[in-house]
């Protein structure tokens, strides 16, 4: 089963970007839709964004669009979110995510859509 290795996070001020990247251990991860998640202090885990395993399909959260760019680099086995002009709302910790179903033509943004999950990296933004 492909593990997931998220890192990037960090403390940033309003308006500052990150960039985070997401490992993944096996090459089975081409199949597979992969996903960014998060999940603030006291709330439930929310969808942020998904590409296929095709990578010519991307789907936002609307608090995400303009702001956040998906992608994947299949032959780093890599998944990335960059994150521009970051505001407090987006503090959280963000978890990647690998799709349930192989070869799947749908994007999906249900967590239980996705079975696979990395550890979590935690994204801070001041004021």
């Known amino acids: 089963q492909v593990q997931l290795v998220e890192s990037g996070g960090g403390l940033v001020q309003a308006g500052g970007s990150l960039r985070l990247s997401c490992a993944a251990s096996?090459?089975?991860?081409?199949?597979?839709?992969m996903g960014w998640f998060r999940q603030a202090p006291g709330k439930e885990r929310e969808f942020v964004a998904a590409?296929?395993?095709?990578?010519?399909?991307?789907s936002y959260v609307d608090s995400a669009k303009g702001r956040f760019t998906i992608s994947r680099d299949n032959a780093k086995n890599t998944v990335y979110l960059q994150m521009n002009s970051l505001t407090p709302e987006d503090t959280a910790v963000y978890y990647c995510?690998?799709?349930?179903?192989?070869?799947?033509?749908?994007?999906?943004?249900?967590?239980?859509?996705?079975?696979?999950w990395g550890q979590g990296t935690q994204v801070t933004v001041s004021s």
């Open positions: 590409i296929s395993w095709t990578v010519d399909k991307t």
């Open positions: 995510a690998a799709g349930r179903l192989a070869v799947d033509w749908q994007l999906r943004n249900s967590p239980h859509d996705y079975n696979v």
């Open positions: 096996a090459r089975t991860f081409l199949r597979y839709n």
